[in-house]
């Protein structure tokens, strides 16, 4: 180890190409060289890795590093391996064998670097290889999300957090993040020893230019993007959202010959990269994408970001903002916020921030319900589900927390994880999600005060997250630049309102066990009057299914299957709304001219599988219950199946199944709403 | 505490070095009020010259220090997965455990999961044979009663045959057991999952000396014999033969000078209970009773008693009429009892004349002098 900057200047020139080092990574690496733990908070493009990459390459053994952010790893490890230093990276886009050669290579001391997941430390065949590494460093990056006061807080780095702890006392620990406010760095410190430096620098970006453009509907979003993102220098990213909205706002692109694609975590791993591919090749004008995408992107040049949605907090802002406009170049930052107000008198833009705090915490009853099956018997994961009936988002939420307060916890018994109550376990105790909840809905005014805000928007963003500036900070439409504004145009209104006819969402459905394809919704529930619609006539006694939406349907159909032919209609047989489906398959049959077959009958009792709230479930209520009468009808047929509502999906594959085993050679799908998760509650 | 714990694993399981040795440090660095990490980081000079560490054992050391971020990992583990690691010097050690076996062969360490509470109350270890007559399982049940009954703890080693029958019997009384392994604690799979209920509810204790992911073998199973002497306090033998694990225990045992109680066999009965008899063990009947006064015991339970100042239960009372709220264990060490804290509770609560005050744990007061102290309020 050399303690001495000159020398280590001269390695870090030729190893890593760089003259000097800032005097903060300097110091940074001096501490760690001293065996010291050190938190760093620096902004975005200060260098930060160089901070644990250089005294990495110094040590003895193998640094870890762990990253929730995928991305990261895979870019800093390509830029390691080309300086020729050895680093790997083990999560979950790697196959089992390539994980397990990494472990290999880093047991066999043939490693410096190893980025890894935070949620591998619960992996049994990490822990036991940990055994066998000869450690020197741990780094724990994007350090904010292991404050639950941080935002994207992850409990996986709980454990981290407990292992930092009980290290040896001279293991230099290096934990970086570009955004802690005073309360997360405080939490952070503590979490990780008292016996920590903390070196923390400005946080300005003054190449960035910051609007807000306030807008009366969700469709002057859509009007102002058509008519102006063409116009924005550069390629970026467009945050909407909702995963829904990704795929609306793309398809509304798309249908304006504008080049974007979309982004969310509910994409395969495989299309992802390809998606994180494109964006480094500039490949698009926008991705369009969930807050999923860009952290950790080491992309120089992302020329603008634009907000359909307003985060959670200013720290959400800075962080998601914080991707772009890393070479220093004048980057556009834009925020869209829909002030109209709904009959109650709440901006419609507050409203989908505020559902995430509400909808954040499932309630007391459904901790209890996992309390208790939990004290009944060992139970794992999908046990909890199937016990409680609860949906797994849910389940992880609460399991989080009763694993947090010490109340059950996860036990590993050879390849099963099983979650255990404790003998000792204390009372729930919901005063610290009150606390988060309060201070999470703190965090939203604060974002609606930025939205509003009429003094420099920079200088608001860097003294919210502790960084008090002294001087005038002018890069914004409330300081130097003109407003923008929203002022649709009849033309582009009309093109919107054509889009709206045209736009039909697809339904995911096809598997290799399985002749049914794709297929096709007239609508998603709740963005149109559709949803409303069916459910005047499912649930008030509305009468039939209205005309509007046989159009609407038929042109959805012969959207996806165009003049294909088929052989026969088949309905799925109502648990609760009578003949509501049956007669509108017969006008579709009629129109088609396809002839209805009512041959599908339900051979068991079940469930309306909106009572329901896990797939498990779901599944599991419509596993073998549907049947043909005269199965010879549908041998080597195109069929198609039609219901009114499509939400998991779970019935129209369970009836696929069954007509694929009865010989149809192709099942479509034809289904009037379909839902996006939740539309449709329990009555 | 918890920062200690992966050099007190790096300590525990460092090879060849004896108990002793460890034992020796760790109260050298008790007397010197120092840590175990302190230890760690100090010279090898301090090694030599304060802790009397020979070359060999120095270079024992410097490995084990490589080894402190690789416990880490470990420990970490082992606490998420909800295991106990306590060190000897540990509140919650056994107490028992470390004044049986001393500082010549306590272990510096042990896991355990479940209720530590139970490794505090007066306990009774029954061994035998794995194969053992129906003559000596009877026996074993009937002492595990009694003493289920009388609040006492049941050490098992969770060998089929008298250990197993010991558990079973404790449970079926509603008794409290530890269950001793003979192999590390991360690999009881089975055993956590049948005996959940009872973990969870406070009435098992599973402890395990051994490398955590260690699995069952003969050497560890002859290891842990020991282990289960030391953790009772008394120690009942339903069926020995004249070699093998419960034979070396009792002779191990009685060569430590502990009270052994041997069931005297039948003429019929082809084991060794007479040999350990004759070495020095105490022979009892089929009830666990000692022979010799058998009789007197039996006149006894026959007896109506009446108060006697040398009463314990009329101790009890008599202690808490001078006033005060107390908890069960705060009168037995006052009244030095050799009651459980479980057992006095148990009376308490039972009898109208004393007040339990809700709390954790519970506290109890004499109904007379409480209603004084609250007029005196006025």
Redesign the interface.
């Known amino acids: 180890m050399n303690r001495n900057r000159q020398q280590a200047e001269i390695k870090l020139k030729r190893i890593f190409g760089f003259d000097g080092f800032y005097d903060e990574q300097w110091e940074t690496i001096d501490l760690l060289f001293q065996g010291k733990k050190v938190l760093l908070i620096e902004k975005t493009g200060f260098g930060k890795s160089l901070c644990f990459q250089f005294p990495a390459i110094q040590f003895k053994g193998l640094t870890i590093i762990f990253s929730p952010l995928i991305a990261l790893m895979r870019d800093q490890v390509k830029g390691l391996l080309e300086n020729g230093i050895s680093a790997k990276f083990i999560n979950s886009e790697q196959t089992q064998e390539e994980n397990s050669q990494t472990i290999q290579d880093a047991i066999n001391g043939k490693l410096k670097i190893l980025y890894i997941a935070p949620e591998r430390q619960e992996n049994q065949e990490w822990i036991q290889a940990t055994r066998q590494m000869d450690l020197s460093m741990i780094v724990i990056d994007e350090a904010h999300t292991i404050s639950v006061w941080g935002h994207d807080f992850r409990p996986a780095f709980r454990r981290i957090t407990n292992l930092i702890q009980l290290l040896p006392k001279n293991m230099p620990v290096l934990a970086t993040t570009a955004t802690a406010t005073k309360r997360v760095q405080i939490d952070v410190e503590k979490q990780i020893s008292n016996d920590i430096t903390t070196l923390r620098g400005r946080l300005i970006r003054d190449n960035f230019e910051l609007f807000v453009i306030n807008v009366k509907s969700e469709d002057e979003k859509l009007i102002w993007l058509a008519e102006n993102l063409n116009n924005i220098e550069g390629t970026g990213i467009i945050y909407t959202g909702t995963r829904v909205n990704t795929e609306i706002y793309s398809r509304w692109f798309n249908y304006l010959k504008i080049n974007t694609t979309e982004y969310n975590a509910g994409l395969d791993g495989e299309t992802r990269k390809k998606v994180e591919n494109g964006l480094m090749a500039n490949r698009w004008k926008a991705v369009i994408s969930t807050n999923a995408l860009g952290m950790g992107i080491d992309k120089p040049d992302i020329r603008f970001i634009v907000h359909t949605q307003i985060p959670a907090s200013p720290i959400h802002y800075y962080q998601e903002i914080g991707r772009a406009g890393r070479d220093g170049k004048p980057t556009t930052i834009i925020l869209f916020y829909n002030s109209s107000k709904d009959n109650k008198g709440i901006e419609e833009d507050y409203k989908l921030p505020k559902a995430f705090i509400d909808g954040g915490r499932p309630s007391l009853n459904k901790y209890n319900k996992v309390i208790n099956a939990v004290k009944d018997e060992q139970l794992g994961e999908c046990q909890i589900m199937k016990a409680t009936n609860l949906k797994q988002t849910q389940v992880r939420v609460i399991k989080a927390d009763l694993i947090e307060q010490g109340i059950i916890k996860e036990v590993i018994y050879g390849q099963s994880k099983k979650y255990e109550y404790q003998f000792d376990a204390p009372e729930l105790n919901i005063n610290t999600f009150e606390e988060l909840r309060e201070l999470k809905l703190k965090e939203l005014e604060s974002m609606l005060e930025y939205v509003n805000l009429n003094t420099s928007r920079m200088k608001f963003l860097c003294e919210y997250l502790g960084d008090m500036i002294p001087n005038k900070i002018e890069n914004c439409d409330n300081t130097n630049l003109q407003k923008l504004i929203s002022n649709p145009k009849p033309g582009t209104v009309k093109v919107l309102s054509d889009f709206r006819e045209t736009y039909f969402p697809i339904l995911k459905v096809e598997s290799r066990s399985s002749n049914i394809v794709n297929g096709i919704a007239s609508s998603y529930y709740g963005i149109s009057n559709v949803g409303a619609t069916l459910n005047r006539c499912k649930y008030h006694n509305g009468g039939d299914f209205p005309d509007f939406l046989l159009k609407l349907t038929l042109k959805a159909f012969r959207k996806q299957y165009g003049q294909e032919p088929f052989d026969l209609i088949v309905y799925v047989p109502p648990t609760e709304s009578g003949d509501l489906v049956k007669n509108f398959a017969e006008k579709i049959s009629r129109v088609l001219k396809v002839p209805i077959s009512h041959n599908l009958v339900k051979i068991g009792e079940t469930q309306p599988q909106k009572v329901f709230e896990n797939g498990y479930l779901k599944r599991d209520n419509v596993a073998g219950k549907f049947t043909l009468n005269n199965p010879e009808q549908i041998n080597g047929k195109n069929v198609i199946i039609f219901d009114d509502i499509f939400d998991s999906g779970a019935t129209i594959k369970e009836i696929g199944k069954m007509l694929t085993n009865n010989g149809a050679s192709k099942i479509a799908p034809l289904i009037i709403a379909r839902t996006v998760g939740g539309d449709i509650k329990k009555e | 505490m918890?920062?200690e714990?992966?050099?007190w694993l790096a300590l525990a399981h460092l090879p060849k070095l004896r108990t002793k040795k460890k034992n020796e440090i760790i109260v050298r660095l008790f007397e010197e009020q120092k840590t175990i990490?302190d230890f760690?980081?100090f010279e090898p000079k301090q090694w030599k010259d304060n802790y009397q560490l020979n070359e060999n054992e120095i270079l024992l050391f410097q490995d084990a220090?490589?080894e402190?971020?690789?416990?880490?990992?470990?420990?970490?583990?082992l606490?998420?997965?909800?295991y106990s690691i306590l060190p000897i010097t540990s509140p919650d050690y056994s107490p028992i455990l470390k004044k049986n076996l001393g500082r010549t062969y306590a272990p510096s360490l042990i896991y355990t999961k479940?209720?530590k509470a139970i490794m505090k109350e007066i306990s009774i270890a029954i061994v035998g044979s794995r194969k053992a007559d129906k003559v000596s399982l009877d026996f074993t049940d009937n002492v595990a009663k009694i003493a289920s009954e009388d609040y006492k703890v049941i050490v098992s080693g969770f060998a089929k045959g008298v250990d197993k029958q010991a558990l079973d019997s404790a449970l079926k009384h509603k008794g409290q057991s530890i269950i001793v392994l003979p192999q590390g604690i991360s690999t009881f799979?089975s055993g956590?999952?049948k005996y959940?209920k009872q973990?969870?509810?406070?009435d098992v204790i599973v402890l395990s000396t051994f490398y955590p992911k260690a699995t069952w073998n003969v050497g560890l199973a002859m290891a842990r014999n020991p282990i289960i002497y030391g953790l009772a306090t008394e120690i009942f033998v339903a069926e020995s033969s004249n070699k093998g694990g419960t034979w070396s225990g009792v002779v191990d045992g009685l060569r430590k000078g502990r009270k052994i109680f041997v069931r005297k066999p039948n003429f019929n009965e082809k084991n060794a209970n007479n040999q350990l008899i004759q070495k020095g063990a105490i022979p009892v009947n089929a009830k666990g009773n000692i022979l010799n006064y058998e009789q007197q015991i039996n006149i006894n339970q026959n007896v109506v008693s009446e108060l006697d100042p040398n009463d314990v239960e009329y101790k009890i009372i008599e202690f808490l009429k001078k006033g005060g709220e107390f908890i069960s264990k705060e009168i037995v060490d006052t009244l030095k009892l050799d009651w459980s804290s479980r057992k006095v509770s148990s009376f308490l609560k039972k009898q109208s004349e004393i007040i339990t005050v809700k709390g954790k744990p519970l506290k109890f007061s004499h109904k007379e002098r409480t209603i004084q102290s609250q007029q005196s309020l006025f």
């Open positions: 918890n920062e714990l992966s050099y990490i760690f980081h220090i490589k402190l971020s690789n416990y880490a990992f470990m420990v970490e583990d606490l998420e997965q909800g479940g209720n799979n956590f999952k959940y973990i969870i509810d406070g």
